[in-house]
C-alpha cells in the first residue's frame, strides 16, 4: 500500500469521523433549537394567555361596573316615577276625602263609620266631638239624639274652622280620630297602599 493510498484512507477516516460529528452537534443544536422554540412559544402562549385573562377580568369588571351603573340609575328613575305618582295620588286622595266629606251621603257613611268606632272604644258620658264645617245642624241633632240612647249624655259639639274634613270623638281621655289629617297621619303605610293601588291602575 502506497503512502498516498495511505494517505487518502486516513483522510478519508477524518472526514467520516468529521461528518459524524459534525452531524451530531447540528443534531443536537437543532433539538437545542426545537427545544428553544417551543419553550419560546410556550413562554409567548402563556403571556398571550395572561394578557388575555388579565383583559376578560377587567372587561368583566367594567361590564359589572357598567351593570351596577345602570341598576342604580334604574332604582333611581323608579324611585322619581314612585315619588311624583305617590304625590299625584296624595293629592287626589286628600281631595277625594274632601268632596266625600262635603257629599251628604259620603258624609253620612264617614260620621257612622266614625261613630261605630267610638262606641266599641269611648267610655260612656258626654262626647266631645270636634268636626269639619259641614255638618248640618240637622245631622248634629240627629246624632246627638243617637248618643243620648247609646252613650247616657248628649255631646259636645265644636266646628273646627281648619279642619278640611272628618270629625274627631274623645271622651274620658281615649280619641277616635276620624280627620282627614287623622285618617292619613300613618303615611308611609298609607302611602305604599296607595302607591301599589297607583300601579295597579297605571
Do not use: Y
Not at 427545544?35 to 367594567?62: C, K, N, P, S, Y
Not at 311624583?84 to 251621603?105: I, N, T, Y
Not at 265644636?158 to 280619641?175: D, I, K, T, W, Y
Request: aromatic share 2%; charged share 30%; with cysteine.
Amino acid at each position: 500500500m502506497t503512502l498516498e493510498t495511505r494517505t487518502t484512507g486516513l483522510l478519508d477516516v477524518v472526514e467520516t469521523d468529521r461528518q459524524r460529528r459534525c452531524d451530531a452537534i447540528l443534531g443536537e443544536a437543532r433539538a437545542q433549537a426545537r427545544e428553544i422554540v417551543a419553550a419560546a412559544h410556550a413562554e409567548a402562549r402563556g403571556r398571550m394567555r395572561g394578557t388575555f385573562d388579565d383583559e376578560r377580568r377587567q372587561l368583566d369588571t367594567r361590564i359589572a361596573a357598567a351593570r351596577a351603573r345602570l341598576a342604580t340609575h334604574q332604582r333611581a328613575g323608579e324611585q322619581r316615577r314612585a315619588a311624583d305618582l305617590l304625590s299625584a295620588g296624595w293629592q287626589k286622595l286628600v281631595s277625594a276625602l274632601c268632596e266625600r266629606w262635603h257629599d251628604p251621603r259620603g258624609r253620612e257613611a264617614w260620621v257612622a263609620s266614625v261613630m261605630a268606632e267610638a262606641r266599641k272604644a269611648l267610655p260612656q258620658g258626654a262626647w266631645h266631638i270636634v268636626h269639619a264645617p259641614g255638618l248640618t245642624d240637622a245631622e248634629r241633632e240627629a246624632l246627638a239624639a243617637a248618643l243620648v240612647t247609646t252613650a247616657g249624655a248628649a255631646p259636645q259639639f265644636v266646628v273646627a274652622e281648619s279642619a278640611r274634613a272628618g270629625l274627631r270623638v274623645s271622651a274620658g281621655g281615649n280619641v277616635i280620630d276620624g280627620t282627614l289629617d287623622g285618617l292619613t297621619a300613618d303615611r308611609a303605610d298609607i302611602g305604599a297602599r296607595l302607591l301599589g293601588a297607583l300601579e295597579d291602575e297605571a
